[in-house]
């Protein structure tokens, strides 16, 4: 199993849904680096379930320290980090054991480990797994922060519903990010915020789910950061991205949008503002050739609708090997774009940080660039 990632900032993860706790280890974090508890914590707010519009399973969510961590400092050495799973009601997996649920990890678990999987709640690829990802991203994105560097994502799409997009000027982008991460249901256009809820508790009272889009918008990032050929940006970002649960597209700039456009409309002509290399438009996201160009860094993941749905769906019996019906029981979300929006932050800064290090060396984090 894969559960390491990265080069110079590695991230293990560890945990199941209703394991005592999930976790995550840091290595790499330069020493000296002071840690905002506060902020660390308000981010991981941000994740947890809330209202008619998220499970009924509600955590704390507290971070525990166990080592990386003194008198408020990173020390260097491995930071562990965990959060305690209390709310955990196996009980409600026990009927469901041979019957995996359609479009979530049940079976293909099954398959891989051979039955050994901890199928309550999801086990290993329970949302709940992404509670770490976000402490650990708080910390990457306040490093980022001390920089300039700022990362902020809003619903561009929730169901039928769609919210304005990113302003194309940078001063109002980096106004808009400062706004959205105050926000706790992160949308431009105040309006389509109740229209969002709405549908989510529509489609919660049928017994459906919905899915959306994600638009995440990267300000003050350095030109030539990015490791081709297999390090780009968008491959580490992506990579990111894709391991977050439920997550199924991603698209940097205009990304399949460039398919019905030509040269001379996708292109962003060159200019130089006080000194600066910028770009008229930015089509591309501020990446070309997988490396930063100064510019912002644009990019949209799509989130599938939950699995979990309490309709009665077509299954099969995997002890009996016929073919069944499936009740879901458990407490699911009816959606999962709203809380996996700080999963998005959480991952791209944890990637960037990654890139960044590998470009300016660890003092880089503490120090600034040379
Ligand atoms: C924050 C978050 C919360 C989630 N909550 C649920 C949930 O309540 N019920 C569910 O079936 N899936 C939930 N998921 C999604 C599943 O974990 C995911 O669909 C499943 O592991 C299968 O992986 P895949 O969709 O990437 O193929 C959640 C995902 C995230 C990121």
């Not at 700022?150 to 000027?169: C, E, N, P, Y």
């Not at 940078?170 to 926000?183: A, K, S």
């Not at 993941?301 to 019996?317: E, F, H, N």
């Amino acid at each position: 199993m894969k559960s390491i990632f990265g080069d110079q900032i590695q991230i293990c993860l560890f945990g199941e849904s209703h394991s005592p706790a999930v976790g995550a280890v840091l290595n790499g974090l330069a020493p000296g680096i002071r840690l905002d508890l506060e902020f660390i914590q308000s981010q991981m707010d941000k994740r947890r379930a809330k209202g008619r519009i998220s499970t009924a399973r509600r955590e704390a969510d507290e971070v525990r320290f166990l080592s990386g961590f003194f008198n408020g400092y990173t020390t260097g050495t491995p930071l562990c980090l965990l959060i305690e799973n209390q709310q955990t009601r196996s009980g409600d997996y026990e009927a469901a054991k041979w019957l995996p649920r359609p479009s979530h990890a049940d079976y293909t678990a099954f398959e891989k480990y051979g039955g050994f999987q901890d199928y309550r709640g999801g086990g290993h690829f329970s949302g709940r797994l992404t509670a770490p990802l976000v402490a650990a991203g708080g910390i990457a994105l306040q490093i980022l922060k001390s920089h300039g560097i700022r990362v902020g994502t809003h619903i561009l799409r929730l169901g039928d519903w769609k919210d304005t997009a990113f302003s194309s000027q940078e001063t109002e982008l980096e106004q808009q990010i400062d706004r959205l991460n105050g926000d706790g249901f992160p949308t431009l256009d105040a309006d389509v915020e109740g229209s969002m809820i709405r549908a989510v508790e529509e489609a919660a009272s049928e017994g459906d789910s919905l899915g959306g889009v994600l638009e995440t918008a990267v300000v003050s990032l350095p030109a030539g950061v990015g490791e081709p050929f297999f390090c780009s940006v968008e491959s580490k970002l992506s990579q990111l991205l894709f391991s977050i649960p439920a997550v199924k597209g991603v698209e940097f700039g205009l990304g399949f949008g460039f398919a019905g456009l030509r040269g001379s409309q996708a292109n962003d002509p060159f200019r130089l503002e006080k000194d600066r290399v910028t770009t008229q438009t930015n089509h591309n996201g501020g990446l070309n050739g997988g490396i930063t160009n100064g510019m912002p860094v644009l990019f949209r993941t799509a989130v599938k609708p939950t699995p979990s749905i309490y309709q009665p769906q077509d299954t099969v019996d995997l002890e009996k090997r016929e073919n069944a019906r499936l009740q879901i029981q458990g407490r699911h979300d009816p959606a999962i774009i709203h809380r996996a929006r700080v999963v998005v932050d959480s991952m791209a800064a944890l990637g960037l940080l990654d890139l960044l290090t590998e470009r300016f060396g660890p003092r880089w984090m503490t120090e600034g660039t040379p």
